[in-house]
Each structure stands twice: as C-alpha cells, then as structure tokens.
C-alpha cells in the first residue's frame, strides 16, 4: 500500500504547523505484517481462482469474465505487496530505484479502482438478470463483458497516467523515501487531480452499487402471490438468502473502500489547514489504519467467488476433491436444464391454472441464461426473482 509522501524530519508535517509532529512508530509494524497477511493468503486464493477461471470454467458465461478481470487484477496488486514490506520493514528506505516506485504506487490504485468497477459491473449485471431477466437475455453476453472490461482497463489507466507523473522518490536523512503521492511542492495539485479521479472512479460507481442492490433487495422482498403454495416457503428462504448476501457485499465495499477514501480526503484537507496537532495525529493514525483494509480486498473477492457463485463452488470443490461437502449444499444445487419449448407454452395454454403451474415449474429451474450462475445470489432467489419481474415484464 501506499504512504504519505513528506521530505521534512519524521513526524513533521507540512502545514501552516510546522511544530507537529507525528507519531508513526505504529506503522512500521502494522503495515509490513498487514500487508504479509494480504500477500500470502491474496496471492494463495487468487491463483487458485484464476486456474479455475482458466482451466476448470469454460465457455465462460458474463459473470465469470467479470470475476476473471478482478482476480486478475488483485493478482498483479499482491505481486507488488514484496516490496512494500521491505519499504516499511526498513522503516521507509527505498532500494528499488524510482521506476519500481512508479509502478508499485500505480498498482495499487489501478487494483483499487478496478475493484471498484468491476465489482460495479457484476452488481448491475445482477440487477439486470433479476430484475429484467427477458430483456438482458439478448443485452446481455459473454462478449460484452469482454468489451466492458477492456474499458474498465483502459479508463482506469487513462486516469491514472497523472499518477505515474506525480510519484517520485527523494532522499532524507540518507533514506529514499518513495512517496505516494508527490514532492512537497506539488502537493496542491496532486490533491486535486486525486479528488476528480476519487468521484470519478470511487464515488459514482459506489452510488450505483448501492441503488442496483436497493432495487434488487425490494423485488426479492415483494411477496410472489403468483407462487403456488408449495412453494412459498422456499421461496421466502431463498429470497432471505440473497438479501443477506447482498448485505455482505454492501457491508465488504464499505469496510474495504469507503474508510479508506473517507480518511485519505480528512488527511489532504487537514493539510491546508493550520489544525490543532492532536487533531492532526488522529486524522494521520486514521488515515494510516485504514489503508490496509483497502488491500485486504485482494483477500475477500475469492471468497466471494466461493460463497455466492455455484458453477465455482462446484467446480472448485469437484477439483479438490470435495463431493461429500458438495452434496451438503443441496439448496444451491444446479437442477437440470428445462425445455426452452416450455417456456412458449406457458403463452399457449389456454387454461390459468395450467399456466400457474408451468410458470412456477419454470421458476424452480435456474438454468435460463443469467438466471443461473451469479455472483451474489443463490440460484434459487435468481428465480424467485425472474418470476416476479417476468411477470411485469409479460404485462
């Protein structure tokens, strides 16, 4: 992760007072044990998820192409965490010259945006495939994800070349101090482009997640009255299920990003202010605390991929030999596919109750495209949830 950039003597910020100093002992034990942590255990289970993704989940479907991006992209972050550890375990000397400083601090805001947008992009498929599932059959294919996912790239790198610019290294009592943001002298600058690219890449994507998941979480909410009564009570559990794995994910995004972000601006804005330095060294520890939880997103994305995606949990636990524990997780079995002919006949029939019955046959399959692998739901929710938009949709 990365550190506050400051050329005065350790401890001495750069704002109107001069007097303060910090106390900073703390982070050269928290930052190079954190970030072993979230090395080991992130570059562990994001290669095991991309040779899944590579070798075990082929043809991909549209959730799998955004889950590959963001395992890819917490791999190349994690790669980098070596160095970091050396930089704070040395107590902030740099021996890596200043183009792998360049990179480092660049990987880590290039997986930290990518997260975001990728995790964006898997809540607004979700949202599509639950509560528009007739329309984003057609909208919707593996090959667009490729397309958005390219552009997530390329946006994100776009963004961040300024980055590459404004991060440097300089000397300091004979240490090489890599900073993470710029010299002293560009600091103004530097935290204006940080703030657009934070709304741009951080707080817009973040409103969308959490209106995808407000919407979905009230249709999944609604009773299904269309349901027959045989079904109700599965029906009620499943939906229980999604809602609290869309909690989860809301609770992760928040415990990972938004302190960080929250943070990193108190601690820019301080600052330019001639702030009292007991405040000051709150808003410095706070800031220092919550970077490593920015990286412990690495970690918890290929939990994810276990906890709320069958096709990878089956696939996983078939590869390691796992059956037993696979067939303890009856709820999320996959079901055979159903005749693509029946869903025309719930149209044809002429009878009501017929069509009632065949319609929640249906539901009960979750094998229509972008109703039965997600990232977030059970397959089981993803129908009750195709049943009730299905209906509004038909009206």
């Known amino acids: 992760m990365s550190m506050p950039f400051t050329t005065l003597p350790p401890g001495v910020t750069e704002g109107a007072n001069m007097s303060c100093r910090f106390d900073e002992e703390f982070k050269y034990i928290l930052l190079p044990v954190s970030y072993g942590l979230v090395c080991v255990v992130g570059l562990l289970l994001n290669s095991v998820a991309l040779w899944m ?236 605390i919550t970077r490593p939880l920015a990286s412990v997103n690495s970690c918890i994305d290929p939990i994810l991929y276990f906890l709320a995606g069958d096709h990878y949990r089956s696939k996983l636990l078939q590869a390691l030999g796992g059956r037993t524990l696979r067939f303890r997780s009856d709820d999320y079995a996959p079901r055979a596919p159903p005749n693509n002919n029946d869903i025309s006949l719930v149209f044809k029939n002429p009878d009501p109750k017929a069509n009632n019955d065949r319609v929640n046959a249906e539901i009960l399959h979750p094998q229509l495209p972008l109703g039965q692998r997600d990232l977030l739901g059970a397959a089981t929710a993803t129908e009750e949830g195709f049943h009730h938009c299905f209906a509004e949709e038909s009206k």
């Open 53 to 288: 993704f590579l070798t075990k989940m082929r043809p991909w479907n549209t959730s799998t192409v955004y889950m590959f991006h963001l395992a890819l992209s917490d791999t190349l972050y994690v790669l980098s965490l070596p160095t970091l550890i050396h930089y704070y375990a040395n107590r902030s000397d740099w021996p890596f010259g200043e183009a792998l400083c360049k990179i480092v601090r660049f990987l880590f805001y290039a997986n930290l945006y990518c997260s975001i947008l990728f995790l964006t992009c898997i809540s607004v498929h979700r949202y599509l495939g639950i509560c528009h599932p007739i329309r984003s059959l057609t909208l919707v294919k593996p090959r667009h994800a490729h397309l958005v996912c390219g552009i997530v790239w390329v946006a994100v790198t776009i963004c961040l070349v300024p980055n590459l610019i404004f991060v440097t290294t300089t000397q300091r009592d004979g240490d090489t101090l890599c900073h993470d943001t710029t010299r002293p002298e560009d600091f103004e600058e530097y935290a204006a482009y940080s703030s657009v690219v934070m709304v741009l890449l951080f707080g817009i994507p973040f409103l969308v997640i959490v209106v995808c998941y407000w919407l979905m979480a009230r249709a999944l909410c609604r009773p299904r009255h269309g349901l027959a009564s045989r079904h109700q009570g599965a029906g009620s559990s499943s939906r229980k299920k999604s809602i609290k794995l869309i909690v989860v994910v809301l609770v992760v995004f928040a415990l990972c990003f938004v302190p960080f972000h929250i943070t990193r601006t108190l601690y820019y804005t301080y600052r330019f202010l001639d702030a009292d330095c007991n405040v000051l060294n709150i808003v410095n520890f706070t800031y220092k």
